[in-house]
């Protein structure tokens, strides 16, 4: 079992629909949790980061987490088509390190 | 806040040649992190410093890897005697301290030819 999983996808939305992405962790004990937007060919960017059971809001996006049942996913609302690009979960390892635990991504395609 | 530069942003090289990547985190991080990434996966860790130190490698780091941070500031990550299997992203990342978000650079593509 891998230790963040997320459906490689694509997952296809129409134009103004809501994304759902969701992600499983197997390490009960991870603290933070981080959503990462990856366009073709870029590096991954940062939008959205939550470290406590429940929804946090940012702009289009909200991020849930229930650490009881170890998954967290990423809410996309008003889909647009620049917002096709793989979404990346990733959860801290909690040791001195911090470091990320990276899952495969999912692809989201928003059909215009 | 000018983010996390990388050089070069690609390089081409032949099999057995050294190389060596750059990186310069955003300027008030004290910990700075190298990932690999290749095509349809997640990065995965290789090796993170605070400040100067460097205190943990992966054991994807094998021994033809080297990375330093001299004087805590930018870091370097060479690959010896490259292989095929070298070929990917090299991504670096800086944060402010511990449980604080990571942000990347635009990282490096190393291809082996």
């Known amino acids: 079992q891998k230790e963040v999983e997320q459906n490689s996808g694509p997952l296809s939305v129409p134009e103004g629909a809501i994304a759902s992405l969701n992600c499983t962790y197997s390490?009960?004990?991870?603290?933070?949790f981080f959503w990462y937007r990856q366009y073709s060919g870029k590096s991954p960017e940062l939008i959205m980061s939550?470290?406590?059971?429940g929804d946090k809001e940012d702009g289009r996006f909200t991020a849930q987490l229930n650490k009881a049942s170890q998954y967290v996913s990423l809410l996309i609302r008003d889909s647009q088509p620049s917002d096709s690009a793989t979404y990346l979960c990733a959860v801290n390892r909690v040791d001195s390190s911090y470091k990320l635990i990276f899952g495969s991504g999912t692809r989201l395609l928003v059909r215009p | 806040d000018t983010g996390v530069s990388q050089d070069p942003r690609h390089k081409i090289t032949k099999r057995g040649q050294n190389v060596t990547f750059r990186c310069d985190p955003i300027s008030e991080h004290n910990r700075l992190y190298w990932y690999r990434q290749t095509l349809g996966q997640g990065p995965e860790f290789l090796t993170y410093?605070?400040?100067?130190?460097?205190?943990?490698k992966s054991r994807l780091l094998s021994d033809r890897f080297s990375a330093e941070r001299p004087k805590g500031s930018f870091s370097t990550l060479e690959i010896q005697r490259t292989e095929q299997g070298d070929s990917a992203m090299y991504l670096c990342?800086?944060?402010?301290?511990?449980?604080?978000?990571?942000?990347f650079g635009d990282g490096t593509r190393l291809s082996i030819l």
């Open positions: 410093f605070q400040n100067e130190a460097q205190l943990e």
């Open positions: 939550i470290y406590s059971n």
């Open positions: 990342a800086s944060s402010l301290g511990e449980n604080q978000p990571q942000h």
């Open positions: 390490d009960r004990v991870s603290q933070s």
